[in-house]
């Protein structure tokens, strides 16, 4: 999901020397990665659109500290009824100029229907960095480390996350936003995660900062989901994403 974020280094152009050829480098990056996860796909997979509506607040605790706090809502398939709820709880750190890291507990709540909800707990470790500037393009990445753990118990399932983003700045309030992500899932579980490429996203979004503590952002992802066994899934997501900064 496309989270706007706001900080004192997002609008700055670095200019740096040798920021050019790792902003091209990561990009060639993205699209072969994005390239291998087409080419990966079948040919026919299963379709279905979803709603996905989140509240993200990020509260300053000093220049370089800030609490973070997500409620997500996402419809079940072909629905605008609840299936999934998120409630997310992180610090980010600011370590160097563009750099920060962030450590988060995830709680998502599943609403089966015909059967008993479960709940998962997520525990992830993230390192995001601005990659550079060019004119009225911005280029930031993000890194994650993921561990899924079940109320059920069971092993610990690892993934790996990445997220490379392009924003234009169409002007002093407004953005769009387009970006790409892969999960990757380290290990198998008895409680069905399969080691291997899990799901590939490709979003776009338009970012409206509505005053310095509230912005909205509506957006669109194709989200494909491989399935293992099974058949692959993509799913079409509509995104509603206000965001609140104190």
Do not use: K
């Amino acid at each position: 999901m496309i989270r706007p974020r706001y900080s004192r280094h997002l609008a700055r152009a670095t200019g740096q020397p040798g920021r050019g050829s790792l902003r091209a480098r990561a990009l060639a990056h993205a699209a072969g990665l994005a390239a291998a996860a087409a080419c990966a796909a079948p040919a026919h997979a299963a379709d279905d659109a979803q709603v996905w509506a989140t509240v993200a607040a990020e509260v300053r605790l000093d220049p370089d500290t800030a609490l973070t706090l997500d409620a997500i809502s996402r419809s079940r398939p072909d629905s605008v009824d609840t299936g999934q709820i998120i409630a997310r709880i992180g610090v980010r750190q600011t370590i160097a100029t563009d750099t920060s890291v962030q450590l988060t507990y995830g709680w998502f709540h599943n609403l089966v229907e015909g059967g008993p909800d479960t709940t998962e707990h997520r525990f992830a470790e993230t390192l995001s960095t601005q990659l550079g500037a060019t004119g009225r393009w911005r280029f930031d990445a993000r890194l994650g480390l993921e561990q899924r753990l079940q109320d059920s118990g069971g092993e610990v399932g690892w993934r790996g996350r990445e997220r490379l983003r392009a924003t234009y700045r169409l002007s002093q309030s407004l953005d769009a936003q387009f970006s790409e992500e892969l999960i990757v899932a380290a290990n198998d579980t008895a409680w069905g995660q399969r080691s291997g490429l899990s799901v590939s996203r490709l979003g776009s979004a338009l970012h409206w900062r509505i005053n310095p503590h509230v912005g909205i952002a509506p957006g669109y992802t194709w989200q494909h989901v491989f399935r293992r066994p099974g058949d692959d899934r993509d799913d079409h997501l509509i995104q509603m994403t206000v965001d609140l900064h104190f």
